[in-house]
Protein backbone atom coordinates (compact mmCIF):
# COMPACT_ATOMS: atom_id res chain seq x y z
CA UNK A 1 0.00 0.00 0.00
CA UNK A 2 1.19 3.44 -0.61
CA UNK A 3 2.54 5.46 1.81
CA UNK A 4 0.29 9.15 2.82
CA UNK A 5 -0.07 11.08 5.94
CA UNK A 6 -3.25 9.13 6.93
CA UNK A 7 -0.89 5.73 6.60
CA UNK A 8 1.99 7.10 8.42
CA UNK A 9 0.13 8.46 11.42
CA UNK A 10 -2.25 5.10 11.88
CA UNK A 11 1.58 3.36 11.37
CA UNK A 12 2.67 5.58 14.68
CA UNK A 13 -0.84 4.66 16.17
CA UNK A 14 0.26 1.03 16.17
CA UNK A 15 3.35 1.56 17.81
CA UNK A 16 2.37 4.40 20.46
CA UNK A 17 5.47 6.22 19.63
CA UNK A 18 8.07 3.71 20.27
CA UNK A 19 9.01 3.01 16.83
CA UNK A 20 12.37 4.00 14.29
CA UNK A 21 11.49 4.89 11.48
CA UNK A 22 13.94 3.45 8.58
CA UNK A 23 14.43 3.57 4.89
CA UNK A 24 14.61 0.10 3.09
CA UNK A 25 15.99 -0.40 -0.22
CA UNK A 26 14.33 3.26 -0.48
CA UNK A 27 11.00 1.59 -1.52
CA UNK A 28 10.07 0.41 1.82
CA UNK A 29 9.19 1.85 5.28
CA UNK A 30 10.18 -0.53 7.94
CA UNK A 31 9.13 0.68 11.31
CA UNK A 32 10.53 -1.16 14.41
CA UNK A 33 9.34 -1.38 17.51
CA UNK A 34 11.98 -0.89 20.37
CA UNK A 35 10.70 -2.75 22.63
CA UNK A 36 9.45 -5.85 20.75
CA UNK A 37 11.76 -5.27 17.87
CA UNK A 38 8.63 -6.17 15.64
CA UNK A 39 8.20 -4.64 12.20
CA UNK A 40 6.05 -3.67 9.97
CA UNK A 41 6.61 -2.60 6.26
CA UNK A 42 4.38 -1.12 3.71
CA UNK A 43 5.46 0.72 0.32
CA UNK A 44 7.08 4.55 0.61
CA UNK A 45 6.34 7.06 -1.69
CA UNK A 46 8.80 9.94 -3.05
CA UNK A 47 6.62 12.46 -1.44
CA UNK A 48 6.76 10.35 1.74
CA UNK A 49 10.22 9.53 1.60
CA UNK A 50 10.51 13.59 1.31
CA UNK A 51 8.04 14.14 4.34
CA UNK A 52 10.42 11.84 6.67
CA UNK A 53 13.50 12.72 5.31
CA UNK A 54 16.14 13.47 8.18
CA UNK A 55 14.24 10.68 10.32
CA UNK A 56 15.16 7.73 8.88
CA UNK A 57 18.37 5.46 8.19
CA UNK A 58 19.10 3.11 6.14
CA UNK A 59 18.95 -0.90 7.03
CA UNK A 60 19.69 -4.17 5.87
CA UNK A 61 16.84 -6.82 5.18
CA UNK A 62 17.65 -9.50 7.16
CA UNK A 63 18.19 -12.63 5.18
CA UNK A 64 16.39 -15.34 7.57
CA UNK A 65 16.07 -18.70 5.63
CA UNK A 66 12.65 -19.72 4.77
CA UNK A 67 11.61 -23.19 3.63
CA UNK A 68 8.03 -23.72 4.84
CA UNK A 69 5.40 -21.88 5.83
CA UNK A 70 2.07 -22.97 7.92
CA UNK A 71 -0.59 -20.81 7.59
CA UNK A 72 -3.91 -20.23 9.92
CA UNK A 73 -7.34 -20.65 8.32
CA UNK A 74 -10.11 -18.60 9.17
CA UNK A 75 -8.98 -14.70 9.38
CA UNK A 76 -6.38 -15.23 7.75
CA UNK A 77 -6.74 -17.75 4.77
CA UNK A 78 -10.21 -16.68 4.81
CA UNK A 79 -12.00 -13.71 5.92
CA UNK A 80 -13.19 -13.81 9.14
CA UNK A 81 -16.81 -14.74 9.85
CA UNK A 82 -17.16 -16.76 13.31
CA UNK A 83 -18.75 -14.92 16.03
CA UNK A 84 -16.77 -16.42 18.85
CA UNK A 85 -18.48 -14.28 21.19
CA UNK A 86 -21.32 -15.42 20.42
CA UNK A 87 -19.85 -19.40 20.26
CA UNK A 88 -18.81 -18.42 23.95
CA UNK A 89 -21.96 -17.71 24.91
CA UNK A 90 -23.73 -21.08 23.35
CA UNK A 91 -21.40 -23.42 24.30
CA UNK A 92 -21.44 -21.48 28.14
CA UNK A 93 -17.76 -20.80 28.28
CA UNK A 94 -16.88 -17.31 29.68
CA UNK A 95 -12.96 -17.05 29.74
CA UNK A 96 -10.33 -19.11 29.26
CA UNK A 97 -9.68 -21.10 26.28
CA UNK A 98 -12.59 -22.74 24.74
CA UNK A 99 -10.80 -25.63 23.81
CA UNK A 100 -9.08 -26.32 27.02
CA UNK A 101 -12.41 -25.84 29.22
CA UNK A 102 -14.28 -27.93 27.59
CA UNK A 103 -11.86 -30.67 27.25
CA UNK A 104 -12.55 -30.56 31.36
CA UNK A 105 -15.85 -31.60 31.24
CA UNK A 106 -17.50 -34.57 31.30
CA UNK A 107 -18.21 -36.87 28.11
CA UNK A 108 -21.86 -35.72 27.69
CA UNK A 109 -21.11 -31.95 28.11
CA UNK A 110 -18.09 -32.12 25.56
CA UNK A 111 -20.28 -33.93 22.91
CA UNK A 112 -22.64 -30.84 23.33
CA UNK A 113 -20.40 -28.41 23.22
CA UNK A 114 -18.52 -29.92 20.13
CA UNK A 115 -21.93 -29.80 18.56
CA UNK A 116 -22.81 -26.43 18.91
CA UNK A 117 -19.16 -25.32 17.46
CA UNK A 118 -19.55 -27.73 14.77
CA UNK A 119 -22.93 -26.08 13.86
CA UNK A 120 -21.91 -22.30 13.93
CA UNK A 121 -18.56 -23.61 11.65
CA UNK A 122 -20.91 -24.83 9.23
CA UNK A 123 -22.80 -22.03 9.23
CA UNK A 124 -19.66 -19.95 8.58
CA UNK A 125 -18.83 -22.18 5.77
CA UNK A 126 -21.65 -21.02 3.74
CA UNK A 127 -20.10 -17.76 3.82
CA UNK A 128 -16.42 -18.89 3.56
CA UNK A 129 -14.27 -16.14 1.17
CA UNK A 130 -10.80 -15.79 0.26
CA UNK A 131 -8.95 -13.51 2.22
CA UNK A 132 -7.45 -10.79 -0.82
CA UNK A 133 -4.39 -11.56 -2.18
CA UNK A 134 -4.13 -15.16 -0.61
CA UNK A 135 -3.90 -17.00 -4.33
CA UNK A 136 -1.37 -14.34 -5.22
CA UNK A 137 0.66 -15.06 -2.35
CA UNK A 138 0.41 -18.82 -2.35
CA UNK A 139 1.50 -18.77 -6.45
CA UNK A 140 4.54 -17.07 -5.04
CA UNK A 141 5.32 -19.54 -2.83
CA UNK A 142 4.74 -22.53 -4.79
CA UNK A 143 6.75 -21.04 -7.85
CA UNK A 144 9.91 -21.23 -5.19
CA UNK A 145 8.76 -24.49 -3.55
CA UNK A 146 8.12 -23.06 -0.21
CA UNK A 147 6.09 -25.49 1.43
CA UNK A 148 3.17 -24.58 2.91
CA UNK A 149 0.68 -26.46 5.85
CA UNK A 150 -2.72 -25.41 7.06
CA UNK A 151 -3.40 -25.54 10.56
CA UNK A 152 -6.49 -24.42 12.53
CA UNK A 153 -8.67 -24.91 15.33
CA UNK A 154 -11.97 -25.58 13.17
CA UNK A 155 -12.79 -29.45 12.52
CA UNK A 156 -11.08 -31.21 9.53
CA UNK A 157 -14.17 -30.93 7.66
CA UNK A 158 -13.87 -27.45 7.53
CA UNK A 159 -10.16 -27.84 5.63
CA UNK A 160 -11.82 -30.40 3.39
CA UNK A 161 -14.77 -27.68 2.73
CA UNK A 162 -12.16 -25.19 2.21
CA UNK A 163 -9.92 -27.41 -0.22
CA UNK A 164 -13.43 -28.18 -2.18
CA UNK A 165 -14.45 -24.84 -2.08
CA UNK A 166 -11.18 -22.93 -3.78
CA UNK A 167 -8.89 -23.28 -7.13
CA UNK A 168 -5.75 -23.86 -4.62
CA UNK A 169 -3.38 -26.20 -4.53
CA UNK A 170 -3.54 -28.61 -1.34
CA UNK A 171 -2.06 -27.37 1.87
CA UNK A 172 -0.01 -30.15 3.45
CA UNK A 173 -0.46 -31.23 5.89
CA UNK A 174 -3.66 -29.22 6.64
CA UNK A 175 -4.49 -30.16 10.59
CA UNK A 176 -7.33 -28.87 12.44
CA UNK A 177 -8.48 -29.54 15.81
CA UNK A 178 -8.61 -33.32 16.00
CA UNK A 179 -4.89 -33.37 16.25
CA UNK A 180 -4.32 -32.94 20.08
CA UNK A 181 -2.81 -31.14 21.64
CA UNK A 182 -4.36 -28.28 19.31
CA UNK A 183 -2.96 -24.72 19.23
CA UNK A 184 -1.76 -22.29 21.27
CA UNK A 185 0.62 -26.21 22.24
CA UNK A 186 3.07 -26.23 19.46
CA UNK A 187 2.97 -30.09 18.97
CA UNK A 188 1.19 -29.36 15.32
CA UNK A 189 4.04 -26.98 14.46
CA UNK A 190 6.72 -29.71 15.13
CA UNK A 191 4.80 -32.37 13.91
CA UNK A 192 4.86 -30.57 10.21
CA UNK A 193 8.30 -29.61 10.44
CA UNK A 194 9.05 -33.25 11.13
CA UNK A 195 6.78 -34.02 7.90
CA UNK A 196 8.92 -31.74 6.14
CA UNK A 197 12.10 -32.74 7.59
CA UNK A 198 13.03 -29.30 8.58
CA UNK A 199 13.68 -27.24 11.43
CA UNK A 200 11.12 -24.88 13.20
CA UNK A 201 13.15 -22.08 13.05
CA UNK A 202 13.73 -22.28 9.27
CA UNK A 203 9.64 -21.84 8.89
CA UNK A 204 6.81 -19.37 9.31
CA UNK A 205 3.67 -19.46 11.04
CA UNK A 206 0.96 -16.58 9.82
CA UNK A 207 -1.88 -15.96 11.71
CA UNK A 208 -4.48 -13.75 13.00
CA UNK A 209 -4.22 -14.70 16.53
CA UNK A 210 -1.69 -13.68 18.91
CA UNK A 211 -2.65 -16.18 21.96
CA UNK A 212 -2.88 -19.22 19.47
CA UNK A 213 -0.75 -18.81 16.34
CA UNK A 214 1.43 -16.59 17.49
CA UNK A 215 2.12 -18.50 20.96
CA UNK A 216 2.27 -21.67 19.27
CA UNK A 217 4.69 -20.39 16.44
CA UNK A 218 7.03 -18.76 19.01
CA UNK A 219 7.13 -22.10 21.32
CA UNK A 220 7.83 -24.05 18.48
CA UNK A 221 10.73 -22.10 18.10
CA UNK A 222 9.28 -20.48 14.45
CA UNK A 223 9.22 -17.30 13.05
CA UNK A 224 5.80 -15.49 13.31
CA UNK A 225 3.66 -12.94 11.79
CA UNK A 226 0.57 -11.07 13.59
CA UNK A 227 -1.90 -10.74 10.22
CA UNK A 228 -4.30 -7.72 12.06
CA UNK A 229 -6.36 -7.11 8.82
CA UNK A 230 -9.12 -4.99 11.08
CA UNK A 231 -6.28 -3.35 13.23
CA UNK A 232 -7.48 -4.70 16.32
CA UNK A 233 -3.54 -5.39 18.26
CA UNK A 234 -1.88 -2.41 20.51
CA UNK A 235 1.37 -4.51 20.39
CA UNK A 236 2.52 -2.51 23.35
CA UNK A 237 -0.27 -4.47 25.67
CA UNK A 238 0.25 -7.91 24.60
CA UNK A 239 2.42 -10.41 26.45
CA UNK A 240 5.87 -11.21 25.51
CA UNK A 241 5.23 -14.39 24.59
CA UNK A 242 2.45 -13.13 22.56
CA UNK A 243 4.11 -10.94 20.65
CA UNK A 244 5.01 -11.99 17.19
CA UNK A 245 8.21 -10.75 15.15
CA UNK A 246 6.65 -9.64 12.11
CA UNK A 247 3.63 -7.47 12.26
CA UNK A 248 1.09 -7.30 8.38
CA UNK A 249 -2.36 -5.64 8.11
CA UNK A 250 -2.53 -7.56 4.66
CA UNK A 251 -1.64 -10.37 2.94
CA UNK A 252 0.15 -8.57 0.69
CA UNK A 253 2.37 -7.31 3.19
CA UNK A 254 2.83 -10.85 4.27
CA UNK A 255 4.27 -11.33 0.59
CA UNK A 256 6.82 -7.85 0.75
CA UNK A 257 7.82 -9.49 4.51
CA UNK A 258 8.98 -12.65 2.91
CA UNK A 259 10.64 -10.88 -0.41
CA UNK A 260 12.73 -8.50 1.90
CA UNK A 261 13.58 -10.42 5.18
CA UNK A 262 13.76 -13.84 4.26
CA UNK A 263 16.07 -16.40 2.00
CA UNK A 264 14.00 -18.42 0.28
CA UNK A 265 14.99 -22.48 0.24
CA UNK A 266 13.21 -24.66 -2.02
CA UNK A 267 12.37 -27.53 -1.07
CA UNK A 268 13.53 -29.51 -3.86
CA UNK A 269 17.03 -28.46 -2.31
CA UNK A 270 16.91 -28.48 1.56
CA UNK A 271 20.43 -29.26 1.90
CA UNK A 272 21.28 -25.46 1.71
Not at 127 to 138: A, D, G, H, V
Not at 163 to 178: K, T, V
Not at 179 to 206: G, M, T
Not at 262 to 267: A, P
Request: proline share 5%; net charge negative; aromatic share 8%.
Amino acid sequence: MNISTRCLALCRKLFRGENSICVLDQNFLVLTHAKFQTYKLTTLTTASRASVKGSMESVKPLSEPLKGVIFDMDGTMTVPVLDFAEMRRRVGVESGDILQVIATWPKENQQVAHSVIAEMEQEALQKLELMPFLEELCSFLDSNNIQRALLTRNAQSSIEYFHQSFPLQAFAPAIGREFEPPKPHPAAILHICENWNIDPKDCVVVGDSAKHDILAGRNAGAKTILLDTENKYDLRKLHENHVPHFYATSLQEVHDIFTLHFRLISSNNLSQ
